[in-house]
């Protein structure tokens, strides 16, 4: 380029800051974006938050770097133009956190992404030099705008892969790690910058039109204030929800743990069908129930034998098979539990029908007398089915069992089992 343009100088002080706060800005994105990925449930919340902190940082850096920057006319900046260069720079960050907390990144990510962020960032700069209003225009060198371009790019993909990537960092090296992947970053920001400053010509004749607006070096110090409170309290609150998220995580797989224990405790090993104890507080409650609603219950004793048989693993898979069988004919409100190691019993709301009594334990009688086929071998079972109903026939569960053990005509069935049962 060719011509005569003002000549500006830099206050070294502003442009130290403006690389503190990218720093900083950088920091506290490698910060948020490990608390996302590490809190999913809360994926957007922080990421709004954290684009908002982040960007701000992003764009403090500019705006302290374009403060830094002195030419002997007086400068100002529009304000309009200057709140849509910040906007860009929090889409930004919003890009940069949702890329680098996906649980994955691959190529492609880096290669869409990157070219993405460069823009954003390009945009954000080059929309705050255009806030200064200049009469005539700034003339670009096309070499060093387009050097600032593939560093905004450049910059981009490796601030996502280093990002990405400190996750896999111990616990123990991930501070430091953060702090020198935060300075790369804080650097490759302020060398996209000050290239694009670079590439800018402002001819001998300019004067800002923008003189009237933000202006003055004093904006740095509130700026920067801003942006570091504001990136602390983001960071501070993320800190306390994620502890907060793993107290309740904690404390949501302690009740996990407690209820798979009651429920083990509770539980038949072989069948999942309630154990002798689960039927116990079953039967209270039954009991209870009954006396406030005033209807009364049935209780349905089941008792199988395998005369002859002596294989113990023929005759579990035999009453597992019938447990199952039992389970289908099982209703919503009943209670089915493996009372021993061949006895069942079934608590039930009785069914208005006078007959229906003499049907439910018809049923359970033609569940356990199906024969069953154990690796080729075929058991089939005796059976006893006794029935009492609360409070007839007992007013507690042993007096209910002592009843139901004495089977009624019909009830007791007993049938030989074939020889092929005899292990």
Same mark, same amino acid.
């Given at each position: 380029?060719?011509?005569?343009?003002?000549?500006?100088?830099?206050?070294?002080?502003?442009?130290?800051?403006?690389?503190?706060? /990218? !720093?900083? =800005? +950088?920091?506290?994105?490698?910060?948020?974006?490990? #608390? *996302?990925?590490? %809190?999913?449930?809360?994926?957007?919340?922080?990421?709004?938050?954290?684009?908002?902190?982040?960007?701000?940082?992003?764009?403090?850096?500019?705006?302290?770097?374009?403060?830094?920057?002195?030419?002997?006319?007086?400068?100002?900046?529009?304000?309009?133009?200057?709140?849509?260069?910040?906007?860009?720079?929090?889409?930004?960050?919003?890009?940069?956190?949702?890329?680098?907390?996906?649980?994955?990144?691959?190529?492609?990510?880096?290669?869409?992404?990157?070219?993405?962020?460069?823009?954003?960032?390009?945009?954000?700069?080059?929309?705050?030099?255009?806030?200064?209003?200049?009469?005539?225009?700034?003339?670009?060198?096309?070499?060093?705008?387009?050097?600032?371009?593939?560093?905004?790019?450049? /910059? !981009?993909? =490796? +601030?996502?892969?280093?990002?990405?990537?400190?996750? #896999? *960092?111990?616990? %123990?090296?991930?501070?430091?790690?953060?702090?020198?992947?935060?300075?790369?970053?804080?650097?490759?920001?302020?060398?996209?910058?000050?290239?694009?400053?670079?590439?800018?010509?402002?001819?001998?004749?300019?004067?800002?039109?923008?003189?009237?607006?933000?202006?003055?070096?004093?904006?740095?110090?509130?700026?920067?204030?801003?942006?570091?409170?504001?990136?602390?309290?983001?960071?501070?609150?993320?800190?306390?929800?994620?502890?907060?998220?793993?107290?309740?995580?904690?404390?949501?797989?302690?009740?996990?743990?407690?209820?798979?224990?009651?429920?083990?405790?509770?539980?038949?090993?072989?069948?999942?069908?309630?154990?002798?104890?689960?039927?116990?507080?079953?039967?209270?409650?039954?009991?209870?129930?009954?006396?406030?609603?005033?209807?009364?219950?049935?209780?349905?004793?089941?008792?199988?034998?395998?005369?002859?048989?002596?294989?113990?693993?023929?005759?579990?898979?035999?009453?597992?098979?019938?447990?199952?069988?039992?389970?289908?004919?099982?209703?919503?409100?009943?209670?089915?539990?493996?009372?021993?190691?061949?006895?069942?019993?079934?608590?039930?709301?009785?069914?208005?029908?006078?007959?229906?009594?003499?049907?439910?334990?018809?049923?359970?009688?033609?569940?356990?007398?199906?024969?069953?086929?154990?690796?080729?071998?075929?058991?089939?079972?005796?059976?006893?089915?006794?029935?009492?109903?609360?409070?007839?026939?007992?007013?507690?569960?042993?007096?209910?069992?002592?009843?139901?053990?004495?089977?009624?005509?019909?009830?007791?069935?007993?049938?030989?089992?074939?020889?092929?049962?005899?292990?």
């Amino acid at each position: 380029m060719t011509g005569i343009y003002l000549s500006g100088q830099y206050d070294t002080g502003l442009v130290i800051l403006s690389y503190l706060v /990218a !720093s900083f =800005a +950088a920091y506290s994105a490698i910060d948020l974006a490990h #608390r *996302i990925h590490e %809190n999913p449930s809360r994926q957007w919340l922080w990421l709004v938050l954290g684009a908002f902190a982040m960007g701000t940082g992003i764009w403090s850096m500019h705006f302290i770097g374009m403060q830094a920057f002195e030419l002997p006319i007086k400068m100002g900046y529009d304000l309009g133009k200057t709140l849509i260069s910040l906007v860009a720079a929090v889409l930004v960050a919003a890009l940069a956190l949702y890329v680098t907390s996906r649980p994955s990144m691959g190529a492609n990510a880096i290669l869409i992404g990157a070219p993405l962020m460069g823009a954003g960032i390009c945009i954000m700069h080059y929309t705050g030099m255009a806030a200064m209003e200049m009469q005539p225009g700034i003339q670009y060198d096309p070499w060093l705008l387009a050097a600032s371009v593939a560093i905004a790019v450049a /910059a !981009s993909g =490796a +601030a996502l892969w280093i990002v990405f990537n400190l996750r #896999r *960092i111990s616990r %123990n090296r991930q501070t430091r790690a953060r702090l020198v992947a935060a300075a790369i970053m804080g650097f490759a920001v302020v060398g996209m910058h000050y290239t694009g400053m670079a590439a800018a010509h402002f001819p001998l004749n300019s004067f800002c039109r923008a003189s009237d607006s933000l202006t003055g070096a004093w904006t740095a110090g509130p700026v920067t204030a801003f942006t570091v409170a504001l990136c602390l309290i983001i960071m501070l609150l993320a800190g306390q929800d994620a502890r907060f998220q793993r107290r309740a995580a904690e404390e949501r797989r302690r009740r996990n743990e407690e209820e798979r224990a009651r429920t083990l405790a509770l539980s038949d090993a072989l069948t999942g069908l309630r154990n002798r104890a689960a039927y116990q507080q079953e039967v209270v409650n039954f009991m209870h129930q009954s006396n406030r609603n005033g209807k009364p219950f049935d209780l349905y004793y089941c008792v199988l034998s395998f005369t002859g048989v002596t294989n113990a693993g023929l005759i579990d898979h035999a009453v597992l098979t019938i447990s199952q069988r039992l389970r289908m004919l099982a209703h919503g409100g009943d209670c089915l539990a493996r009372y021993n190691r061949t006895e069942f019993v079934l608590l039930r709301t009785p069914e208005s029908a006078p007959d229906a009594r003499g049907f439910v334990r018809d049923q359970l009688l033609q569940a356990c007398l199906q024969p069953v086929l154990v690796d080729g071998v075929q058991l089939q079972a005796r059976a006893h089915i006794g029935m009492a109903q609360y409070p007839q026939d007992g007013a507690s569960s042993r007096q209910l069992m002592v009843t139901a053990s004495r089977a009624p005509d019909g009830a007791k069935v007993m049938l030989p089992n074939p020889a092929s049962a005899v292990a």
